[in-house]
């Protein structure tokens, strides 16, 4: 099970991702997980280098897609501002939204990968799917009240793939 939990790669923010990288990977397209990932818990206003980092990747050819298990309104609000494609409601980590995100791009698994801040949903999820996971730490502290206490386990998980040298 610990596995599942443990992405392929680790960046900072989504702003480290490296296109060039991606493409090397065969990475054709790039679903992203919208709280505390593209944007603060319960936001919808994205930072000017948000917005001109996911232009470079649509202007590169990549497929992209937000996944998200946040109500429709906030996730559609963003992926029209981004001109990009959006699952919501998504209760991840099942299956079905990231089947439904694929088809959307056009994509298959080997070729997709999944950018997200929890281990639980967006890694655990994209692990099963056999896509290539990327996990960034929380953009925010500010979250759900269940997520928080979530988060007590998944930093505990976290530690332990650091100390077997698994993330930075």
Same mark, same amino acid.
């Given at each position: @099970?610990?596995?599942?939990?443990?992405?392929?790669? *680790?960046?900072?923010?989504?702003?480290?991702?490296?296109?060039?990288?991606?493409?090397?990977?065969?990475?054709?397209? /790039?679903?992203?997980?919208?709280?505390? !990932?593209?944007?603060?818990?319960?936001?919808?206003?994205? =930072?000017?280098?948000?917005?001109?980092?996911?232009?470079?990747?649509?202007?590169?050819?990549?497929?992209?897609?937000?996944?998200?298990?946040?109500?429709?309104?906030?996730?559609?609000? /963003?992926?029209?501002?981004?001109?990009?494609?959006?699952?919501?409601?998504? /209760?991840?980590?099942?299956?079905?939204?990231?089947?439904?995100?694929?088809?959307? @791009?056009?994509?298959?698994?080997?070729? !997709?990968?999944? /950018?997200?801040? *929890?281990?639980? =949903?967006?890694?655990?999820?994209?692990?099963? @799917?056999?896509?290539? =996971?990327?996990?960034?730490?929380?953009?925010?502290?500010?979250?759900?009240?269940? !997520?928080?206490?979530?988060?007590?386990?998944?930093?505990?998980?976290?530690?332990?793939?650091?100390?077997?040298?698994?993330?930075?």
């Amino acid at each position: @099970m610990l596995k599942k939990l443990c992405p392929q790669y *680790q960046a900072n923010s989504i702003l480290e991702l490296n296109s060039d990288l991606l493409k090397k990977s065969g990475i054709k397209g /790039v679903i992203f997980d919208l709280d505390n !990932t593209l944007v603060e818990w319960k936001k919808d206003t994205l =930072t000017p280098e948000v917005i001109h980092f996911i232009s470079q990747l649509k202007e590169e050819g990549f497929k992209l897609c937000i996944l998200s298990n946040a109500l429709e309104h906030r996730v559609e609000v /963003v992926a029209q501002t981004l001109n990009i494609p959006y699952v919501s409601r998504a /209760v991840k980590p099942r299956k079905s939204p990231f089947r439904k995100a694929l088809e959307i @791009m056009g994509t298959k698994p080997a070729e !997709t990968a999944i /950018v997200g801040d *929890q281990l639980f =949903t967006d890694i655990l999820g994209g692990n099963r @799917m056999k896509l290539y =996971t990327i996990w960034t730490p929380p953009l925010s502290s500010t979250e759900f009240l269940s !997520t928080r206490a979530v988060r007590k386990i998944e930093r505990l998980v976290i530690k332990g793939f650091q100390k077997k040298g698994f993330l930075k």
